[in-house]
């Protein structure tokens, strides 16, 4: 059939690793578009954008996610069978298990526990020369997400572990030997986990009730069985993976508190405002790109013939600098945060749509338990100077980073 908005032509996978997080929005904004076609891996790929493209992105009567998320990320990222991959009844009941472990008890924990590793690691930056932030966070939170998640971690052991846990998150996209090393850490974190499942299973080692471990561990699905070991491992790991992924938008944090005069101020002296700063993060800086999702059937939406099984991405990125949807969506100002509606469908950099019943992020309350933490600390008890290095950070590059990943030197607790 006849849509004007696609690309002609050859196959776009390159043209998407070269535009990076550009890719869909130079078709979908330069043309106020929803929807625009393109080829990808192969396959003729729908785009989408705005909030009516993510409302569609998350209609669970048109889309799903099963054979979506291309192989070379499961096994790196995700992990394979995990509750990304899932649909319909399956998955509601295996998205409660995520959800039940956020309670206000369990974030006010999460916090206090955050609090505590920062105030350990400044004393051991005290002593050093320098550090590099974004390294330093990848270790500390891999101590705070073991511990939040009843996961036992030896000192001696962190380094190993976090390294792996960032070549899960930062290598998957990679081509070449660093893929293959981020599919090994991805097998070597799963053994781990498999291994602690089974523990806690046996009695061997002991896990409290609420904390992920634990509900991982004793989870029964719709037919009353506990989780496959492997499988509750992956599970585990979609909680404690993630957790230390929030070393991201904790370096974007800190630059902006650098490259943004006042903000440090004012997220030192008020909580509301250390809100609105911890969302515009989330908003303002590239983390995820798009995400998959194909067509259960064929139907029409724009003018544009969706067929039956095809590939859809959102466009994350895009969405959250629309300019159809913010005000200046280029300007850093946590003030628009100020009186938010709220929207599903806007703020989208962790998925959007219905918790319960689409696969939005269950870990935001906590990204924002550990970013409300960390940049509090540093806005009132770091004291740091930033020597010449080169903060910037490419849209091109997935996944996106301050190219030096932070580096301060002087630092006092204070
Ligand atoms: C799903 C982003 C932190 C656990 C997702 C999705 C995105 C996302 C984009 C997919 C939404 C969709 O498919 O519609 C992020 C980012 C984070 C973050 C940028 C910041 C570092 C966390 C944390 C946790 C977590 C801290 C756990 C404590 C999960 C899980 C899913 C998920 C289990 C799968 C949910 C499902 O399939 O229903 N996240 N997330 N995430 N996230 Fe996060």
Redo the contacts with the bound molecule.
Sequence with gaps: SYFPAKDKGPDRSLGILKDGYNFARKRLQKQHLDVYETKLLGERAALLGGEKGAELF?DNDKMK?GGAMPAFILKTLFGENG??T?DGNP?EHR?RL?LS?MTPEALDRLFQITVEHWERASEVWEKKRKVVLYKEMLTLLMKVSCEWAGVPLKDKEVKKRADDFALMIDGFGSIGPKHLQSRKARQRSEQWFENLILDVREGKLEAQEGTAIFEMAMHRDLNGNHLDARMAAIELL??VR??V??S??ITFGALAMEEFPGEKEKVAGSEDYLYYFAQEV?RFYP??PY?PARTKKEFAWQGYNFSEGQLVLID?YGNNHDPRIWEEPETFNPERFRNWNGGLFDLI?????DYEK???????W??LE?LKASFQYMARHLEYKLPKQDLSYSLNKMPALPKDGFIMKSVKKK
């Design positions: 998350y996610r509750i990304q899932m998955f998205k995520f472990l979609n909680i993630p957790t992924a929030v991201k938008f989330r983390f995820v995400l994350v950099p962790q998925g959007g749509g689409n696969h939005r992020c269950p870990g935001e906590s990204t550990i």
